[in-house]
């Protein structure tokens, strides 16, 4: 199974202050076919998870443009330029590359 | 819009069977992948398997392979996770997921399953 590692696991952010989240592979997530199958999801307390970024980059439909997706190959960064206090939860880095798909262990981003 | 309807929320005793249901709508059904998440209480994510409905191949995580049965009817655009023989640590919050646009963007609200004698 590919092994996906999130740093770090906790993150207290101050409301319009920028946040980070990594995330590493055990295997390289680049397809053959040019994407990158590298996803981001926010479980917000009590709710099932939501898609915020897909294939590295791509933005989902309706996730505020503050959420970015970087990276490549093994090494993938999700960016908050200016945490708001909705965005509390917890933030999951997901490979889709190669099934079992797998996710990271997690980051709560609290508000401080 | 994708819909994704899961059944209750249910109690049972170890060593019992359950047979939970994600009734899908909004989309066409059998060619887009669906697939299990299970979440352990306060726990991360976990892949369990995915299904094609159009022709029922389902790929399993190693870790459930043997532990769990999923299917799929087409007829009534739905996705079933089973178990034979329930354990305590089957206790968790199961997500059925699938994906239309990009990823798994499409989200069941979760069945909360407790198992305890």
């Known amino acids: 199974d590919i092994v996906v590692t999130q740093t770090p696991l906790s993150l207290s952010v101050t409301p319009g202050q920028p946040a980070s989240i990594s995330c590493k592979s055990s295997e390289s997530l680049l397809n053959s076919d040019g994407k990158t199958y590298l996803y981001w999801y926010l479980q917000k307390p009590g709710q099932s998870p939501q898609l915020l970024i897909y294939e590295l980059s791509g933005r989902f439909s309706g996730v505020p443009d503050r959420f970015s997706g970087s990276g490549s190959g093994t090494d993938f960064t999700l960016k908050i330029s200016r945490v708001e206090a909705e965005d509390v939860g917890i933030y999951y880095c997901m490979q889709g590359a190669d099934f079992p798909y797998t996710f990271g262990q997690g980051t709560k981003l609290e508000i401080k | 819009e994708v819909q994704l309807v899961q059944s209750g929320a249910e109690v049972k005793k170890p060593g019992e069977s359950l047979k939970i249901s994600c009734k899908a709508s909004?989309?066409?059904?059998?060619?887009?992948?669906i697939g299990w998440v299970r979440q352990m209480p306060e726990k991360g994510l976990e892949w369990m398997g995915i299904i094609y409905p159009s022709d029922s191949d389902t790929r399993y995580s190693p870790s459930f392979q043997g532990q769990v049965t999923i299917s799929a009817d087409k007829s009534v655009s739905t996705v079933y996770l089973q178990w034979s023989r329930l354990k305590a640590s089957d206790t968790a919050i199961y997500y059925c997921t699938t994906g239309t646009v990009s990823g798994y963007d499409s989200w069941g609200q979760g069945t909360l399953v407790t198992v305890s004698s």
């Open positions: 909004g989309y066409n059904f059998p060619i887009y992948w």
